[in-house]
């Protein structure tokens, strides 16, 4: 029994040092802050480091657009940001977020605070991905995808 005890307490505390695999927080999440519409972040992970985009627009102004690099340590995310388009005047183009990942890996939830010392509530969702489009022709595919035909293949083949 107290073998067993001392393996949850070890499992425990390496879930809590960041140990355990990482939170998969790549795609598309939605803001759910009021007085900010269209607010989403999309984000990209390379092992525990992260890039985000995002844009919103904001109630009494317009658009703001921002981009960041952060680290997920734990349970936890820090994402300082910077914005490139401000969505009203006097606004405060450095922010950092605070977000806790939920066990789920559905919500995100912290606090934001700017370089001025103001504080508040952030909350974002991830919005589930939508069904992958259904070819019917080969003419449909993607062009990225690679040569669709052995006619295809031959061409780029003879390419320099």
């Not at 425990?12 to 355990?20: F, L, M, N, P, T």
């Not at 525990?48 to 102004?61: F, K, S």
């Not at 990942?101 to 909350?123: C, H, M, Q």
Request: with cysteine.
């Amino acid at each position: 029994m107290k073998s067993l005890m001392r393996v949850v307490v070890l499992v425990g505390w390496a879930v809590g040092c960041g140990w355990a695999a990482e939170a998969d927080l790549a795609g598309l999440w939605k803001n759910t802050a009021m007085g900010i519409g269209q607010s989403v972040i999309i984000v990209s992970q390379e092992g525990p480091d992260l890039h985000v985009a995002g844009y919103g627009v904001w109630a009494g102004g317009g658009v703001g657009v921002w981009h960041g690099k952060g680290r997920i340590e734990g349970a936890r995310v820090k994402l300082p940001l910077n914005y490139t388009k401000l969505p009203k005047p006097g606004f405060d183009g450095k922010v950092e977020l605070d977000l806790g990942i939920a066990a789920d890996g559905k919500t995100l939830e912290g606090t934001w605070k700017n370089s001025l010392g103001r504080k508040g509530p952030v909350r974002f969702v991830r919005v589930v991905s939508e069904a992958a489009p259904k070819v019917t022709t080969a003419a449909e595919v993607p062009a990225g995808e690679g040569p669709v035909s052995d006619g295809d293949k031959k061409e780029e083949a003879v390419k320099p």
